[in-house]
């Protein structure tokens, strides 16, 4: 004799849906003596009728009327069927095979749940004597139990739904509050890198989610635009801000040292390496590396810092031991980093490792609105660097500043503005004649530069020199990096040329030291005259 009220307290107190309808199928197959019990139900969209039972991987379509499952489904209704009646359901394999172990006498039964209900939550499979099966919910107390097990089932199907709402609410919390915590911060930025233009704003949220990432930041503008400043920003805003930010400008190394500067090198690796000597970076571990103008990098090194990227390994130069460094690159171009990838002169792999997070650095004729705000910031650091006392700046200084194009953008602006506080009195205002004829000048050199013919030879030129240069045509400069490189070129070999190829003197008489005349003569691939 079943005892259904003892068996219905095993399900009291379940916490999971998978163990309450394992114990519910284990009671019935003990209860009823059934060679198989199974508990199935409707997935998420309603179509598919799925087993709860692990170790199936069938599913019945509710639609599909060739298995016994869908009938049940659709009418609400019970249905039982003898082992002979089974072969009249043939054509779906995979019921096929759920019943293909139903014995001479046996039966199976396909009950709807919640019994009497109209709503079918459950449908359960039963496979034994057909006695048992088909009475067994003449019986009150069985039914109690099937009862407390749907019950039981709805309780944490709810309770389940309500912790899901509650995790949604506190991620929803947690992203409010992180939104809030960057809208902060992008606040707090704003008074080191100065603007309120949308642009600007923008800029400031996107250096804030840049820097709580990992990813390599390629800062891209002109001269001037605040590159620097900017990659000073992630790092600061970073978690690894309490490790350095290492910083190195490849345009301003020579070829040849670049690798060694990066990489550091071991005793004995070249002539003059008598000691090991770490490299940046190695020292940028745990913080960060600022490659600024990296548009430069010879193509070799492009090479081996692609393999520092994605390996965060790398040998000094002539080390035979590999070491390794946890960096996050930041890096810095004020060229198209795109058409140096077209020119084949920078590799593409390396190009889209950089550019996993890229910020654009407007240019300050494209935010006159900032114009204002930033003069204001400079004549304060003027002010608290000189222990002046300028008031300001005189709205006919700033209409004169807004006519300006900015070639040099916030840097040259930034110079300006010195100039202006130089020739201002304390308590005064920068006037607009301390700043009008400054910028003419300006003006007219960006004209001259434009207007080849009326070109002024710049006061540096020595006019009674006997190496005196000829202005050029450069109307049709297209590529000024390249066109100052050609100019260089020229130079160098002219004066080299005077003094019948003696460097030190050619070097002596262009004021550089004799070491950079050298190494511009190999990177220009002048050889000796
Ligand atoms: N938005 C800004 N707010 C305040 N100062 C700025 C801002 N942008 C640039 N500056 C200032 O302008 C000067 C130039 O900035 P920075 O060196 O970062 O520019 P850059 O783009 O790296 O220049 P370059 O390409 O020539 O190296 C610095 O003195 C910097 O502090």
Known sequence: MANWLVRT?????????????????????????????????????????????????????VNDLSNPFAHVLQNSKAMTLSADELLFWQTDRAFCELVSQVGMFDGVRIQPLPLQSKYVQFVLYMQGEPSKINTAFEDDMCTAFVGVFTKQWQLLDELEKEQRDLKELSQSLSEIQRDRKQHELANDLSHSLIGESRIMQRLRQQ?????????????????????????????????????????????AIPENLLESELFGYCKGAFSGADSDRQGLIAQADGGTLFLDEIGDMPLALQAKLLRVLESKRFRPVGGKEEQASDFRLVSATHVNLLAQVQAKKFRQDLYYRLFQYPLTLPKLAERLEDI????????????????????????????????????????????????????????SEISEGSLANRIACLNFELKSLSEPTQMVAPSHFIQDSPYQHQPSDFAGITDLKQAVSDYEEQIIRDRLNFFAGNRGKAAKSLGIPKRTLAYKCQKLEIKAL
């Open 372 to 427: 204002e705000q930033l003069s204001l910031h400079f004549i304060n650091e003027f002010n608290e660097l000189h222990g002046r006392t300028i008031r300001g700046l005189h709205y006919r200084a700033l209409d004169c500043l807004k006519q300006y194009a900015f070639p040099g953008n916030v840097r040259e602006l930034k110079h300006l503005i010195e100039f202006g506080c130089a020739q201002t009195d304390d308590n």
């Open 207 to 251: 250096i804030v989610s840049a820097a709580a990432s990992q990813l390599s930041v390629m800062v891209q503008g002109e001269t001037g635009t605040g590159k620097e400043l900017v990659a000073q920003a992630i790092h600061q805003l970073s978690a690894r801000n309490q490790k350095p930010m290492v910083a190195i400008n490849c345009a």
């Open 9 to 61: 307290t095993e399900l009291i107190g379940i916490k999971s849906k998978d163990e309450l309808t394992q114990t519910f199928a284990k009671v019935l197959i003990e209860e009823l003596s059934l060679a198989h019990c199974l508990v199935l139900s409707p997935n998420n969209e309603g179509r598919r009728l799925i087993p709860h039972d692990s170790s199936l991987s069938v599913s019945w379509s």
